[in-house]
């Protein structure tokens, strides 16, 4: 038993104690009861008490062996509990049942084995009081009709229940002792597992704090303190926005990315998830957030996306590059011999052309790049599609003519008309009409059709031609994709972005053998 409990429960008995004397005799004086045969002795015998008490209670704090000093006490109330059974007439007495109190007291206070100590001095004491006063060595007077039988049995009796109360009072203490064990080992437990959340906190690599619903700190780890440079001294019992200025007027449930301003005047982003905290019952308590710095991650990120911009324009110059080498290369030939000037006249007009005509196709390539990356804002106008469509055919017609047999036809004449920009729409068709051309080298029909309804309509453009596999379908659209020996591959780029400008769609089918079908969608109204 620890020592302090051991000193606190002697100052009880003291007291307890002290307080019975003192019950005792008042109680004797109220009721006026003359049990003493000799009120001097009985004085005497209470100053004792008195005076032990005084010397017990100035003894407490100064005694080392404090279970020897309890025993001696216990033994000595015994002693003075056997003078009063004595001095109120032994077998007689009413006191005998004081014995019990000390074992009671010595059981649970102490422990089982001092009740059992306790249970014998008393036994002995009682019985060899008894035995003194039936064999008469003793000056205690008792009636005559009280026979040894009666002596016996009374020893008997006090025997067995200082014994019992011993026994009780001890199993009543290892019961409360190791109930305590209990509660102490839970204490502990609950003890370490708190230490070990602390440690769990304090070891996470994101940044963690707890507020309540005032928005006062409450917990503020080690990372927390890394990413806002702050000290977990300064914040916690202040408001969060201390550290994290962002959370100033409402700290809102969810996910967010923000910027930190940091005390030696840097910056960090900061991607931060904060929700409620609720206590066992359910009830709202406070807020927990959870915080990463994401600065790095960030200036990476933006790295790559710079990596990337430079990437595709890379992949788009060298494109341009071998785009404008190819005429470039002829152009330079046919004017290298010209300059050796021993050419017949027939021939250099023939160089001439070529030279001009190379020219023409880098100007062209030049306009057509431009009006792909660099387009001029939307003319809207309300127009006739059909009869825009029905003009582009007729343009095509007249180039195509005499190259084999192919056939263009336009299912409609009747007016449709649409909001958009007529030069680029004109355009579109343009670039999807000469593809279909090309695309059937030994001949086939171009059938345009164009279906409006509510708020959209339709320009289809339907090839026999050979068709496009799905694959090829997939890179038709990406600038300078071509299959032709003088194309550019930047008629389809120029339509999907007028298209798109358009917020129409330009759609394809195609398969091999089976011709090509592109859509051109658009809204009869721009802009709804
Ligand atoms: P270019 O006509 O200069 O080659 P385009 O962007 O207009 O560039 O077309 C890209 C490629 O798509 C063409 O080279 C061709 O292979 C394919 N293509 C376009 N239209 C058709 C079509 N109607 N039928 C089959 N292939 C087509
Ligand atoms: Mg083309």
């Given at each position: 038993?620890?020592?302090?409990?051991?000193?606190?429960r002697?100052?009880?008995l003291?007291?307890f104690r002290?307080?019975f004397?003192?019950?005792?005799?008042?109680?004797?004086?109220?009721?006026?009861?003359?049990?003493?045969?000799?009120?001097?002795?009985?004085?005497?015998?209470?100053?004792?008490?008195?005076?032990?008490?005084?010397?017990?209670?100035?003894?407490?704090?100064?005694?080392?062996?404090?279970?020897?000093?309890a025993y001696?006490q216990m033994a000595?109330d015994l002693a003075a509990e056997i003078?009063l059974i004595?001095?109120?007439?032994g077998i007689?007495s009413w006191f005998s049942f004081m014995l019990i109190l000390t074992v009671l007291s010595a059981g649970i206070m102490l422990n089982r084995k001092a009740g059992y100590i306790m249970a014998s001095i008393g036994s002995i004491l009682y019985g060899a009081l008894l035995d003194?006063?039936?064999?008469?060595?003793?000056?205690?007077?008792?009636?005559?009709?009280?026979?040894?039988g009666q002596f016996f049995y009374n020893i008997f009796i006090h025997t067995v229940s200082l014994y019992g109360t011993a026994y009780l009072a001890g199993y009543l203490s290892s019961n409360l002792e190791r109930?305590?064990?209990?509660?102490?080992?839970?204490?502990?437990?609950?003890?370490?597992?708190?230490?070990?959340?602390?440690?769990?906190?304090?070891?996470?690599?994101?940044?963690?704090?707890?507020?309540?619903?005032?928005?006062?700190?409450?917990?503020?780890?080690?990372?927390?303190?890394?990413?806002?440079?702050?000290?977990?001294?300064?914040?916690?019992?202040?408001?969060?926005?201390?550290?994290?200025?962002?959370?100033?007027?409402?700290?809102?449930?969810?996910?967010?990315?923000?910027?930190?301003?940091?005390?030696?005047?840097?910056?960090?982003?900061?991607?931060?998830?904060?929700?409620?905290?609720?206590?066992?019952?359910?009830?709202?308590?406070?807020?927990?957030?959870?915080?990463?710095?994401?600065?790095?991650?960030?200036?990476?990120?933006?790295?790559?996306?710079?990596?990337?911009?430079?990437?595709?324009?890379?992949?788009?110059?060298?494109?341009?590059?071998?785009?404008?080498?190819?005429?470039?290369?002829?152009?330079?030939?046919?004017?290298?011999?010209?300059?050796?000037?021993?050419?017949?006249?027939?021939?250099?007009?023939?160089?001439?052309?070529?030279?001009?005509?190379?020219?023409?196709?880098?100007?062209?390539?030049?306009?057509?790049?431009?009006?792909?990356?660099?387009?001029?804002?939307?003319?809207?106008?309300?127009?006739?599609?059909?009869?825009?469509?029905?003009?582009?055919?007729?343009?095509?017609?007249?180039?195509?003519?005499?190259?084999?047999?192919?056939?263009?036809?336009?299912?409609?004449?009747?007016?449709?008309?649409?909001?958009?920009?007529?030069?680029?729409?004109?355009?579109?068709?343009?670039?999807?009409?000469?593809?279909?051309?090309?695309?059937?080298?030994?001949?086939?029909?171009?059938?345009?059709?164009?279906?409006?309804?509510?708020?959209?309509?339709?320009?289809?453009?339907?090839?026999?031609?050979?068709?496009?596999?799905?694959?090829?379908?997939?890179?038709?659209?990406?600038?300078?994709?071509?299959?032709?020996?003088?194309?550019?591959?930047?008629?389809?780029?120029?339509?999907?972005?007028?298209?798109?400008?358009?917020?129409?769609?330009?759609?394809?089918?195609?398969?091999?053998?089976?011709?090509?079908?592109?859509?051109?969608?658009?809204?009869?109204?721009?802009?709804?």
């Amino acid at each position: 038993m620890a020592k302090a409990a051991l000193i606190s429960r002697l100052k009880a008995l003291i007291g307890f104690r002290a307080l019975f004397v003192s019950l005792f005799l008042g109680s004797a004086f109220v009721f006026k009861i003359d049990l003493f045969a000799d009120p001097r002795a009985i004085s005497l015998f209470i100053i004792t008490l008195y005076v032990l008490t005084i010397i017990y209670a100035l003894l407490i704090n100064r005694i080392k062996r404090l279970l020897l000093f309890a025993y001696v006490q216990m033994a000595l109330d015994l002693a003075a509990e056997i003078a009063l059974i004595f001095l109120t007439g032994g077998i007689e007495s009413w006191f005998s049942f004081m014995l019990i109190l000390t074992v009671l007291s010595a059981g649970i206070m102490l422990n089982r084995k001092a009740g059992y100590i306790m249970a014998s001095i008393g036994s002995i004491l009682y019985g060899a009081l008894l035995d003194f006063q039936f064999y008469r060595l003793i000056p205690v007077a008792y009636a005559g009709e009280i026979h040894e039988g009666q002596f016996f049995y009374n020893i008997f009796i006090h025997t067995v229940s200082l014994y019992g109360t011993a026994y009780l009072a001890g199993y009543l203490s290892s019961n409360l002792e190791r109930a305590e064990e209990k509660l102490e080992q839970k204490d502990s437990y609950l003890r370490d597992l708190e230490f070990f959340n602390m440690k769990v906190i304090e070891s996470l690599p994101s940044g963690l704090f707890t507020t309540d619903s005032e928005g006062q700190v409450l917990i503020f780890n080690r990372a927390a303190e890394k990413i806002t440079g702050m000290e977990k001294d300064n914040i916690i019992g202040s408001k969060i926005e201390t550290a994290l200025p962002f959370l100033e007027n409402s700290i809102r449930q969810g996910r967010t990315e923000e910027v930190v301003r940091l005390p030696d005047g840097g910056k960090k982003v900061v991607g931060i998830t904060i929700s409620v905290l609720r206590d066992i019952s359910g009830n709202k308590t406070g807020f927990i957030g959870i915080f990463q710095d994401l600065t790095q991650l960030k200036e990476l990120e933006s790295e790559m996306k710079n990596k990337e911009k430079l990437a595709a324009i890379g992949e788009l110059s060298a494109n341009i590059a071998h785009e404008i080498r190819n005429p470039l290369a002829s152009l330079r030939g046919s004017i290298e011999m010209l300059r050796e000037g021993k050419i017949p006249e027939k021939h250099r007009e023939k160089l001439m052309d070529i030279a001009i005509g190379e020219m023409e196709r880098l100007n062209s390539i030049v306009t057509d790049f431009l009006t792909y990356s660099r387009p001029k804002p939307l003319d809207i106008q309300a127009t006739d599609l059909s009869a825009l469509v029905s003009d582009t055919l007729e343009l095509l017609r007249n180039t195509v003519h005499g190259s084999g047999n192919i056939i263009v036809r336009l299912l409609n004449s009747e007016e449709i008309y649409a909001a958009v920009d007529p030069m680029k729409i004109r355009q579109v068709c343009w670039n999807l009409g000469i593809n279909a051309v090309e695309a059937m080298e030994n001949g086939g029909q171009l059938i345009v059709s164009i279906r409006a309804s509510e708020d959209k309509v339709s320009i289809l453009f339907s090839d026999t031609g050979p068709g496009m596999t799905v694959e090829k379908v997939g890179k038709i659209f990406y600038p300078f994709y071509t299959t032709k020996e003088t194309g550019t591959g930047l008629g389809l780029s120029i339509a999907y972005r007028i298209i798109e400008e358009h917020q129409g769609r330009l759609e394809v089918k195609s398969a091999p053998g089976a011709g090509t079908t592109f859509e051109i969608i658009l809204p009869r109204t721009y802009g709804k």
